[in-house]
Structures are given as C-alpha cells and as structure tokens.
C-alpha cells in the first residue's frame, strides 16, 4: 500500500537539494538513503540518495536530480512510499491513518455511531471524521479523553464524545 509521506517545495542551493512539506510523523525512516519515493499520480519514481536537516528542515538529495533546475522541476510533486497493510509506528499510542479509516466507531455502552472516513490533520489536534448510519458526518477529537478505546486488530475504536456532539439538532 501506498501512503503520502510529503510534497517536495523549492530547490535549495545549486547541487540539485530540495526541501521536503513532510507529512509523515517518521521522516528519517521514510526519506532513507536508498527508499524509492513514487510520484503521486504518476509512475514515476524518485530514489533519495540523501537526507539531512537544516534549521529545522528536510533537505533531500535525489538520484539523477543534480542542479537547481532539475530540483525545480520537482517542485510541488507529492511523494509516497510503499508501506506494508500490517506495520505500524513504534509507539503504542501512535496509528496510521489508513489503519483507523475504516474502523466501527461505538459508544460506551456498546452502541455502533459509524465507521472513521478520514483522519482530518488540524494544527491543534487531530480529528476522527465519522460516518453515522443515518449519513450524518461528525468530527470528533482524536483524544485519549474522547476516545479511550482504539482496537486496531479488531477495527474497533470506542468514543465517550462530549454532551451533544453525536445526537442531531433539534
């Protein structure tokens, strides 16, 4: 399976370096010397020759990519890598987002609420997107304090949302 690991910005220097939006939370696994990076949308492939931080960003060194003006024609592209469907991040408390996509969503007391569509990225928190039978959508905050229970094996997640977030307006 593929997954979105970043999207390449601008050139940086004249050697054929980029700088990396990184979208994944295990950049100097993903971008390792050697992994193959596949073009979003396209067949082409980038192997990372490379890596290394400056000031607090990835710059990356692509096989074949040696000036300024081949960097530059990569730019905007986004990047994935192959994952395997069965790994998954070294913290316990960490999940893929393809991992819960997908997973029932139930209350504390057993009730089914939906199934996860999406995991929306907000700069404050992440936020399960959540189907309800009825086709209604709810986001819910991806917090221990909301959501105790998270069953991958068993693609379960259990919420205890907050007063008024699951049931309709009136």
């Known amino acids: ?27 100097d696994k993903r971008f390792a010397p050697g ?11 980038l192997t990372v020759d490379r890596i290394h931080w400056h000031s607090g960003r990835l710059l990356l060194t692509i096989d074949d990519v040696l000036d300024r003006t081949a960097a ?15 790994e998954t991040p070294e913290d316990p408390e960490e999940f ?5 996509t997908g997973c029932t969503v139930e209350g504390l007391d057993g009730s089914v609420i939906g199934v996860v569509t999406e995991v929306v990225h907000l700069p ?12 209604r959508d709810l986001l819910v905050p991806f917090i221990a304090l909301f959501v ?17 977030l699951i049931d309709p307006e009136d």
């Open 148 to 164: 105790p229970t998270v069953d991958i094996a068993a693609r379960r997640i259990v919420i205890d949302p907050p007063a008024g």
């Open 72 to 86: 530059e024609s990569l730019r905007g592209f986004v990047v994935e890598v192959e994952r395997g469907a069965d």
């Open 35 to 45: 992994t193959v990076l596949y073009v979003h949308g396209s067949d082409r492939r």
């Open 124 to 135: 404050s928190q992440d936020m399960l997107a959540i189907q309800t039978p009825d086709e």
């Open 96 to 100: 893929y987002d393809s991992a819960l």
């Open 1 to 27: 399976m593929r997954v979105v690991v970043g999207r390449i910005g601008r050139p940086h220097g004249i050697r054929g370096e980029v700088t990396v939006e990184v979208r994944t939370d295990e950049p």
